[in-house]
């Protein structure tokens, strides 16, 4: 499999399996410390479920520092965080459209095993998004939600899965390999099997996007889009 790759990327940057996985661990430790204060500190004074939403928020905002601190300047490889023009954004809004139109036609030759498509669709908005998790919940629970969800997430599995994962990969495999690994990788992540189909597609699309284009700005865009877009469909067909 041979991948269409931005000039600036032919050589992948040497990512350092321990320091890679060093930055995680501190990251998911500073992030249990800070959770478990925030967890003391607003017990007795808010509802469990805010308390839940800003621990969730505290640890990917430790994660996305570790990443930018580590790795830094964030915008060269092997992060890659930066604008590389419109054009590139436009092709990242047609690879959103095509990750939705191919996992349409995915989970139509699922139907057996998933249901329709839109019985699948409302599966996968249940576990994937806070649309059901939060219903009846109070206004400043969503407040936390929605940035975590639509933006602070998508920001750490894209630093995570897309640049560190993906060009550490590609220092041990061929880049189609690599992004194959890295996309059965977000899969697993998604952890319901209703919605391991549909990361893993994206996985795959985003992979190229992010080697076509040499920039996770890119990726996060459409991982935005596409969040926005579940967060919306799960408040409409999960009332």
């Known amino acids: 499999m041979k991948i269409a790759l931005d000039s600036r990327l032919e050589t992948p940057p040497l990512v350092d399996g321990r320091r890679f996985l060093g930055t995680i661990a501190v990251a998911l430790a500073t992030g249990a410390a800070i959770g478990t204060a925030t967890f003391l500190a607003l017990r007795s004074v808010a509802d469990?479920?805010?308390t839940g939403q800003v621990i969730t928020l505290e640890v990917y905002a430790c994660l996305v520092g570790s990443f930018v601190f580590a790795f830094r300047p964030a915008q060269n490889?092997?992060?890659?965080?930066?604008?590389?023009?419109?054009?590139?954004?436009?092709?990242?809004?047609?690879?959103?459209?095509?990750?939705?139109?191919?996992?349409?036609?995915?989970?139509?030759?699922?139907?057996?095993?998933?249901?329709?498509?839109?019985?699948?669709?409302?599966?996968?908005l249940a576990v994937a998004t806070d649309a059901k998790r939060l219903q009846g919940?109070?206004?400043?629970?969503w407040c936390v939600a929605?940035?975590?969800?639509?933006?602070?997430?998508?920001?750490?599995?894209?630093?995570?899965?897309?640049?560190?994962?993906?060009?550490?990969?590609?220092?041990?495999?061929?880049?189609?390999?690599?992004?194959?690994?890295?996309?059965?990788?977000f899969a697993v992540m998604h952890v319901y099997p209703i919605a391991m189909p549909y990361a893993f597609l994206a996985g795959l699309i985003l992979g190229w996007l992010r080697l076509r284009t040499g920039s996770t700005?890119?990726?996060?865009?459409?991982?935005?889009?596409?969040?926005l877009l579940f967060l919306g469909l799960g408040l409409w067909l999960l009332k």
């Open 48 to 50: 469990p479920t805010i």
């Open 137 to 141: 919940k109070p206004l400043l629970a």
């Open 77 to 124: 490889p092997p992060l890659s965080f930066r604008y590389t023009g419109a054009n590139d954004l436009g092709l990242a809004f047609l690879t959103w459209l095509c990750i939705l139109a191919t996992a349409f036609v995915v989970y139509l030759a699922l139907t057996p095993i998933t249901g329709n498509p839109l019985e699948a669709l409302r599966k996968i």
């Open 146 to 185: 929605i940035p975590r969800g639509c933006l602070l997430a998508p920001v750490f599995e894209e630093l995570m899965f897309r640049s560190l994962l993906l060009d550490w990969l590609r220092n041990r495999f061929s880049n189609g390999r690599a992004i194959i690994v890295s996309a059965v990788l």
């Open 217 to 227: 700005v890119n990726t996060l865009f459409v991982h935005v889009l596409n969040n």
